[in-house]
């Protein structure tokens, strides 16, 4: 059975703060551990008041240090907001401090809107352009010295630390497979292309001293509960949440609701539902089998879960129930 994963947005409940969500996602990396789901990713977003991980490498050891086996990184860093240097100088600190734990998965869009963008003191021109010459740059700083390298990054030399290519669209699908990396798609909100960036990242890879054949990571939406109606309930957060961003009026994580009927429009609702489409929403039977569906459907190497739940409690039992699942499905597949 393949592993599962966490990609946790740390999010900020209505009335919380980023304090107690960022304890929240401790807490949750912790819980996760114990249930042997097999690394836990954080992403970079910033200028939203719903997401507490604007500083993604300091989170990272904040989970790292309140936790023991499971491999903690980025979901990911958005590598054009930053100096490749400063990442290789971040992430081989952690690797430093965590051995053998650490991930560094780079994505290329800016995780905000072009006015803090440009706060951030990013270029806004296209970074298609520049973004796989920092990738490279990247992988130098976190490899041994060549010769004649003035530049290191210390800590980050020798540290090798694991990179992934993060994508919605084929250009990091491409890049990951001619540089021979592993691809995680963001499937659980950009469901359009991921069949044919699959495809092409399959067909286009070349093997590297990193990876001898392909392994594909997808994003999917799961919320669990112990009827169907229940995480139908507890999965208006997220489709609250995401048609606010959507609109441009992005906030805290608004508590669930019975009906989203009158919340939307018929509109509104389909762009939401298309968008969310990677999504398993049900009691565990209907998680089982959604997620053994989705599995056989894409081939997945591994599946990354995301579960925007306004009560953290209920977000801690979606999780166990994923876990007890997964269990299930690995039986199935041993039988």
């Known amino acids: 059975m393949i592993p599962f994963s966490v990609l946790d947005l740390s999010p ?7 304090g107690e969500s960022l304890r929240n996602s401790r807490d949750l990396a912790q819980h996760a551990e114990a249930l042997g789901f097999h690394r836990y990713w954080l992403a970079e977003h910033h200028n939203m008041t719903g997401i507490a991980s604007a500083a993604t490498s300091v989170v990272i050891g904040f989970i790292a240090e309140g936790t023991k086996t499971i491999r903690v990184g980025s979901g990911g860093i958005m590598l054009p907001n ?6 290789a100088e971040q992430f081989g600190t952690l690797a430093s401090l965590y051995p053998g734990r650490i991930d560094l998965g780079l994505g290329r869009a800016p995780g905000t809107d072009q006015g803090t963008a440009r706060a951030l003191r990013r270029s806004m021109g296209p970074s298609d352009d520049r973004f796989p010459d920092d990738v490279q740059e990247l992988q130098l700083f976190l490899g041994p010295q060549q010769p004649g ?18 994508g919605s669209s084929l250009f990091s699908a491409q890049l990951a497979a001619h540089l021979g990396l592993p691809f995680a798609f963001a499937s659980h909100f950009a469901p359009d292309m991921m069949m044919k960036a699959l495809e092409v990242y399959r067909h286009m890879f070349r093997p590297s001293a990193v990876l001898d054949k392909p ?12 009827t169907d109606a229940e995480a139908r309930r507890l999965f208006t957060s997220q489709q609250q949440a995401f048609w606010n961003l959507r609109r441009g009026a ?10 989203m009927d009158g919340v939307w429009t018929p509109m509104e609702k389909a762009q939401v539902d298309h968008a969310l489409s990677c999504a398993v929403v049900g009691s565990p ?17 591994e599946l990354i879960i995301t579960a925007q739940i306004f009560d953290h409690a209920a977000r801690k039992e979606s999780y166990s129930i994923v876990a007890a699942q997964h269990a299930k499905l690995a039986e199935r597949s041993a039988a």
Not at 12 to 18: L, Q, T
Not at 149 to 166: I, K, S, Y
Not at 288 to 299: M, N, P, S, V
């Open 149 to 166: 390298q003035t530049v290191r990054a210390v800590p980050g030399m020798d540290t090798h630390v694991p990179l992934w290519l993060l």
């Open 82 to 87: 930053h100096a490749p240097l400063v990442i």
């Open 285 to 301: 039977d209907t998680v089982r089998d959604g997620l053994a569906e989705f599995i056989e459907r894409t081939g997945a190497d």
């Open 215 to 226: 392994y594909a990571m997808l994003g999917i939406n799961v919320v669990a509960a112990e």
């Open 250 to 259: 992005p906030g805290q994580l608004p508590p669930p609701v019975h009906s």
């Open 12 to 18: 900020v409940a209505r009335g919380s703060n980023p």
